[in-house]
């Protein structure tokens, strides 16, 4: 194989710039998009878990809904399909005016789609606390609401943080799907910078170990979370 | 302070208590016992609403538990629990444990709270411990601390569902020593449990269940002495056989 190796390129204006700001958006849409499945996630984790019915009916509708499409279908869902399905104000809005409409939708797409993970985990986790802390709970005189705040979720949490180590390692990686609606993230910048100077090899292992390079910090950190969140003397927690 | 009056209760096709009717006076010491799935822990549980009941009536201290308009979290705040596997909260030491409720229930301040915590633990001899996660506490340290947590809500009456029943044997004493105290005390209390001696040293009375039925509801000396139906005979033979 003759292949001219040339490292320089990745230094060289105004490639090294493009790869900066591929990691930036890359950053961008993978934090943004981890907020709201954080929160989502858990809101509708603890909704399939609580006693009404039709919270837990609705609740399992957004997690079959969003688990259930490919997540590339989901971005195009929302980028070109749900502009068309909203009232008309709305959808001109959203095709004149949205800012930044490709990181906007990306953000969304990628955020309810790990929010339905991410609430399974939730409930999977309160599920897992023995029946008894609750009644314990309650036989304080504690409201279902003090409950969940005070013995359910931390508890809960606590159990869960390897399951959602992954997924929030998982959320970076996905986020480079972002590129097929237009956000100009690391792997869409890796291909621009292939396609302008022939250095395919460089830029995506380039590419590859910025993702290592993030995934291994946020393990790092989320390790760091654990050991602080254990609960001594628990069998999850070690001694 | 306790009156259960025709309490009926079904699982589906399970019936599992049947028309049960008994009450615990001020002060006073009850013993529920009874072959496993006789309907005790359901029992003790409808006391403070923890299991909901099909019909009959419950009132704690003149206020029906199955009432809808009861506030039930107020209700359980002022009747202590103790359950077979201690239920401490594993994400918290100690003294928060036994800080929680009365500080979100109660809303004592949390150095009033704390004042509570170290006076109770010196109580039931765990000072030294107080720093510590219920993981690194034996179960017999574990049960002594939840009676503590119950305790320092102040309350009215004390339920125990089974409290040594996953102890070892050695530390079964450490716990009933704790209990006997608070009996001799004056505390109104509704024990179920298979620990005869203490039946026999604090308990005013002895109610007896079997398939769901409180088949015999009698003083302590009566019980022990000369038990009525044939199916309290049995169980006592065969129980108190190996004391």
Redesign the interface.
Known sequence: MSYNWNWGVLLQDPYLGWLISGVGWTLAVSAAAWVIAFALGSIVGVARTLPNRFVRGAATAFVELFRNIPLLVQLFLWYFVVPELLPEDWGRWVKRDLPLPEYTTAVVGLGFYTASRVAEQVRSGIESIPRGQTLAGYASGLTTGQLYRYILLPVGYRLIIPPLTSEFLTIFKNSSLALTIGVLELTAQSRQITEYTFQGFEAFTAATVIYVVITLSVTAAMGLVERRARMPGFIAGGR | MIEIRDLDKRYGDFHVLKRCSTSVAKGEVVVVCGPSGSGKSTLI?CV?G?EPFDSGTITVDGISVGDRRTDL??L??????V???F?????MTVTRNIC??QE???GRSRDEAEAKAASLLARVGLSDQAH??????SGGQQQRVAIA??LA?DPIAMLFDEPTSALDPEMISEVLDVMVELAQEGMTMMVVTHEMGFARKVAGRVVFMDCGEIVEDADTASFFGSPRSPRAQAFLSKILDHV
């Open positions: 549980k403070n923890l979290p107020k359980r705040a002022r009747i202590g629990m359950f077979q596997n239920e401490l909260y594993p994400h929680l409720a979100k229930v109660l510590k996660h219920p993981g690194q506490l947590r119950a809500m």
